[in-house]
C-alpha cells in the first residue's frame, strides 16, 4: 500500500478533487468556507486528508460561506474562496456573488455539478449555475474532466483578482472530480483577450495636475478602489501635497483617516452635510477608485454640473457611465497617484476647507449633537455606536450590515486605521454582516472584529451563529435592535406617510438565542449602563453578543432623498 | 437633439475567442437593457480559434458606447468595434420559396430576379428558391415585388460586416499578445 502511494506521488497521478485541493494550495489558499452535498462529497472527502494544510470552516447555509469568503477577502486582500454542492447548495450562493460582483470583492466559488453525462437531463439536484451565474460573475467556468481543473483555477484566480477584482464560479462535474489525472500546476499570468491593467495615459496624467493646480475649491472623492490597491499611502500624500479636502464614498471609508485635517466627511445618501452640499459648489472634482453610484450622486442631471471633473479608474466601463468627466485616467490608483503627485503644487486651500467646518457646525448642531449626546430618552443609534469608537479608537474592523444601523455606523465610526470597513454597499444585502464577520475575523485574526447588525438583518443569517460557535470564531455582535425594518420604516415615515407597512418585528430573546449557542451576550437599555456594557461585551474573552435596545421611530439624517439632487440633502 | 442621443442603426463587431457560453455572456448584456438585437452572425475568422460576432442594433450613440465598453469588458472577448453604416461593408443574404405554378404564369418572376441581381438556386416540381444578397432594403425590395405572386417561405440571414479600416485581425491580437497590460508594473515607474 506504501509503495504504491509513492509511485503515484512520483507520477503525480491523483484524482480530480485531490487536483482541486492542491491548485488551491498552489494559490497560497490557507482557508475555505463551504458547505458539502451530493455533488461535491469527492471534494470534502478529499479534504478529509488536508485538513492540515487547508482550513475548511463549515458555515450554516451556503450564503453564509459566500458572504464568510467575502469578509475574509476584503480582510485579507487575498481572494476568497467558497464550495458548495450543486443544485441548491450552488444556487444559494448566488446573492453572495451578485453581491461581490457589484463590490469588486475577488471570490473563487467552486461548485459540484451532477456527471457529465447527466448534463442537461434534469438529474437530481442538476441546476444550470453557470447560466444562473453569468450576469452576476467576472468569468465562470464548468470543468468537464480532470485534466481541466488546474487550468481552471488558476484563471480563476488571475481573473478574480486582478483588475478590478470580482467573483469568478467553476462549476465540476462529479465525475471530473473522481477521475485521475496527472498534475501540473502553473499559475495564469496572461489572458490575451483579458487585459486588466490599462497603461497610464501620460498625458492625461499632466492635464489632470493642471487642473488641480489651477482648482480653487477642489474636492476629492475616494472610493473602494483605492483600498483595492493599496493606495492608500499615496492617496495621503497626493491629498496632502496638493491640500486637498476628501469625501469617503460608503465602501471608501477608512482609506483615509476621519481624524485627517482633511478628510471633510462621508458623501452620499446618509452622507455628511457638507461633502453633499459642496459636491455642487466645487471647481473641481477628483473621483479615484469609485462609480458614481446613484446613491452618491442623488440627481445626476444636476450633479457637480459646475465642476470639471476627473475621474481615476481602473475599470474603463465604469468611465463616463454615470458622470461624464473631463479628465479621465483609466489606471491603477497606485500607479496614477504615483506619477500624479509629483506634478501637482503644493497648495493649502484653508479658505475652501473652512466651508466645510462651517457645514460641520450646521450639521452638529441640527443633528449630532442630539444624536450623539442625548440627555433623555431611549437610547439612539448614534450614541451606541459614538461610545463604541471611542472605546476602540476607531481602530477594530467594522463589518456592517444593511439599513439605519449601517449608515449610523458609517457616520459615526471614527474610522483611524486602514482596511476596517466592512459592508455590502452595491447590492445592499441584509443577512451579509454576521458572516461577513466571521470571514473578516479569519482573515485578519489579530484584529478585532466587530459586526453591527439590525434586528431585522440578524434574522436572516443568524443561523451562522452555529459556526461562531463551533469554531471559537472571536467575534463582537452588535444587535442595535428597533424592532422594526427601521430604515423601510424610515421611508414609510418620509415618503409613505406613516404607513407601515409590514415592517414591524416580533423578534425573539437574542440574548437567549446566542446563549443557547454558547455565545457569551446580554442587552442593554438603559444609557448609564451603557459603556459597561460595551466594556464587558469587547473585552470577553471569545465571541459575544450585545443587543442594545434602542429607539424605535428614530430617523437617519442628513439625507439626501432617492433622485434628488445632492444639494437637497435635508437635516430633519 | 444631440445626435449622440438619437436611435440609429448601428453593427457591433465583437472579436472573441471561441469559447461555449459566450453567446450567452453577451446577449444578457442586451437583454439586462431591454435592448433588442436587430440580427445576429457568429462565424470564424481568419484567425484560428478567433470569433466574430456582427450583431446590429437600434441605439443612441451614448447608450451603445457603454453596451460596447461592458462587452469589452468579458474575460474572453479580444475586441469590440462599432461602426455607422458608412464604415463598412455589409450584406444578408435572403432566400425566398415560391410556387412552381406561380413561376411558370408569365415570366414575370424570372424577370424580377434578373434585374434584382437574384439567382435560382434550388427548383423542383413544387418549388423554387431564389436567393437574393445585399442590403436589407434591396432583399426587402425583391420580397415586396415577389408577393404579389405569393412568397410561401421567406428567411433573411444577420449582418455580415466587414470594415473600411486598415486594421488587421491577425496584427489586433498580435498587440493583445504583447500587450503588458496583463500584470500591475508599479516598479516601472
Ligand atoms: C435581502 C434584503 N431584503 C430586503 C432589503 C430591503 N431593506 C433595506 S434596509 C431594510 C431594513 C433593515 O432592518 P434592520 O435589519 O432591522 O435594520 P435597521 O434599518 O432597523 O437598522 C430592508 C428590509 C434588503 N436590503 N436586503
Redesign the pocket.
Known sequence: MEALVEIEEEKKVITGSEAVLKSLLKENVDTIFGYPGGAIMPVYDALYKYEDELTHVLTRHEQGAVHAAQGYARSSGKVGVCLATSGPGATNLI?GIADAQIDSTPLVCITGQVASHLLGSDAFQETDIIGISMPVTKWNFQVTSAEEIPYAISRAFYIASSGRPGPVLIDITKNAQQELMDFAYSPCEKIRSYQPYPDVDRDKIIEASKLINRAKKPLVLVGQGVALSGAEKEFKAFVEKAGLPVASTLLGLSVLSVNHPLYVGFTGMHGNYGPNLKTNECDLLVAIGMRFDDRVTGDVETYAKQAKVIHIELDPAEIDKNVKSDVAINADAKQTLQLLTPLVEVRNHQGWLKEFQDCDVTENEKVKSKALFPIEGELK?PEVIHRISEITDGKSIVVT??????MVASRYYQFNQEKSNITSGGL????FCLPAAVGAKLGAPQRQVIGI??????Q?TVQELGTIMQYNIDIKILI?N?N???????WQELFFERRYSF?E?ANPDFVALAKSYNISAQRVSEREDLDLAIQNWLSNNGPSLLEVVVEKEENVFPMVPAGSSVSNVRLE | MEMEQVAKEYTLSVLTEDKPGLLNRLTIIFSRRKININSLNVSSTEVQGVSRYTLVVTETKEHLEKVVKQIRKLVDVLGAFVYDEDQIFYQEIALYKVSVSAFEQNGMIEKLVRNNGARIIALDKHHIIIEKTGTKVETHELYSELEPFGILEFVRSGRVAISKSKRKTEAFIKELESSRSNKLSIKDF
Open positions: 446573492t443609534m450590515d444593511v439599513g439605519q444601523h449601517q445592499g444585502t441584509m443577512g447588525i439590525g434586528d431585522g438583518g440578524f436572516m442595535l428597533n422594526f425594518l427601521g430604515m423601510v420604516r424610515q415592517t418585528m
